[in-house]
Structures are given as C-alpha cells and as structure tokens.
Nanobody, 124 residues
Framework: DVQLQASGGGLVQAGGSLRLSCATSGFTFDDYAIGWFRQALGKEREGVASIVVRDGAIYYADSVKGRFTISRDRAKNTAYLQMNSLKTEDTAVYYC?????????????????WGQGTLVTVSS
C-alpha cells in the first residue's frame, strides 16, 4: 500500500521555525515528485513547494520563497519542508503528496497520492 505520513507540525510563535517530514512507502520514490500543500481554514488548498526526487528540481510558491526549503533523502524515502521566519498567515494544515512526474508540480489535482496532513499554527 502507498503511504505518505506527514509529521512535524505544531504551535510556534511568529518568527520561529518548524521542520515537516513526509515519510513515504509503497512506491518508487525516485520516480516521483513530492509536493507540500497547505490549506488554511476557509481557503483553498495552496501549493507551497515541490521537489523532483531524482534530480532535485524545485518549485516554491512566491509566498514562501526565501523562508521555506524543501529537500529529500532518497535513502530514507522521505521529504522535508524546513519552514523559517514563520508568519501567522502560514497557519494551515500542511499536506505532502506524490506525483509520478519528472518535474516539480504545484497543481494539486495532478497528484497521485496524499498524506493525512499535519497542523501548523503560528501565533503572533
């Protein structure tokens, strides 16, 4: 079975940092791109960042450029999202997802598999 397990969310003050992890299994990690999405209360799901596992190509949403860093560990089949300089507007449920594509993808409907989400709350 395909599994994506997102973890690392929590409560942090504005300006702080969190590192999210996405542990995957059940598919060939190297053949996929991994994306991080977020959905705030009452808002649509937003693509935050994506990384092509094989070559490391990366996409970032403008709202997180310079603050968030996506990475992957091919030996562990795990992707990460390092979030620095967090703002209250970063508060959302964060999801990781996988798409069988050789390029970084920011469009949620294109993704094949989804994790369960982890809540990030940034307080002022």
């Amino acid at each position: 079975d395909v599994q994506l397990q997102a973890s690392g969310g929590g409560l942090v003050q504005a300006g702080g940092s969190l590192r999210l992890s996405c542990a995957t299994s059940g598919f060939t990690f190297d053949d996929y791109a991994i994306g991080w999405f977020r959905q705030a209360l009452g808002k649509e799901r937003e693509g935050v960042a994506s990384i092509v596992v094989r070559d490391g190509a990366i996409y970032y949403a403008d709202s997180v450029k310079g603050r968030f860093t996506i990475s992957r560990d091919r030996a562990k089949n795990t992707a990460y999202l390092q979030m620095n300089s967090l703002k209250t507007e970063d508060t959302a449920v964060y999801y990781c997802a996988a798409v069988n594509a050789p390029f970084a993808v920011s469009v949620a409907p294109l993704y094949d598999y989804w994790g369960q989400g982890t809540l990030v709350t940034v307080s002022s």
